[in-house]
C-alpha cells in the first residue's frame, strides 16, 4: 500500500468500539498489514496528560476549556501519531476522533456546531479519515455497561448522552460516504463480521 488509511472509531461510553477496534487490528495484522493504534483523548506522552485532567479533573471546567483541550490533544496525535504512521503506508485505527467532539460538545453540551467545526479543522490539519464507524447503542444499554464508577464525561447525565447519540446519527445522514452506523447491540462477533464487510467493500 503506497500511502495509509486513517479508520476512526466512535460512538457512546460502552458502546463496545474499543473491543472492535482491537479485533479489527488483530485481524489486519494477521493479513500482513502493519497497524498503528491510538485514541482521543491520550494516544502517548503528552496526550496521557491532557487525558487525565479531561477525564479526572475535579474542579470546575468550563465547556469551552472542555472544547480547546480536547482539541489540543487532537492536533499532538496528529502530528506525532497519526500522519507519521499514514505517510508511511500504515493503517491507523483511532479510538474517538473529531466525531466525538461534535456529538460531545456540539449536541451534548449545546456549543455552536459551525465552531466546532472549524476548530476541528484546525485540529487535525488537513488529515481526514478514510472511514469512520459509528457503534450506535440506546443511552440506557451503554450507561448500565459503563456501570457505577463513571469518570467525568460519564457522569454527565442521561439527557447528556442521548444528546450526543441523537447527534452522532445526524453526522452520520450527512457524511454517508465516510460514516458507517453500526448497531452496537448485536453480539461481538456479529459487529465483528459487519465491520469486516464494510472495509472489504471500501478498500480492499
Ligand atoms: P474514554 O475513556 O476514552 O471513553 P471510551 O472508552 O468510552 O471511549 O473517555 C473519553 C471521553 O471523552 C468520552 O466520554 C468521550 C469524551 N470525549 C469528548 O467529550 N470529546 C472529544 O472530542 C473526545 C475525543 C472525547
Redesign the pocket.
Known sequence: MEKGLFITFEGA??CG??TQMKLLAEYLQKQGHDIVLT???GGKGLGEKVREI??NYDGEVSDRCESFL?LADRAQNIDIIVNPAVEAGKIVLC???TD??VA??GYGRGLDLDRINLLNNIAVNGRKPDLTFVFDIDTETSMKRVGKEK?R??NAGIEFHNRVREGYLKIAQQEPERIKVIDASKSIEEIHKEVLNKIAKKFF
Open positions: 461510553d460502552g468500539k474499543t485514541r482521543e483523548p479531561l477525564l480536547f479510538d474517538r476522533h466525538s467532539t460531545y460538545q469518570d464525561m460519564e
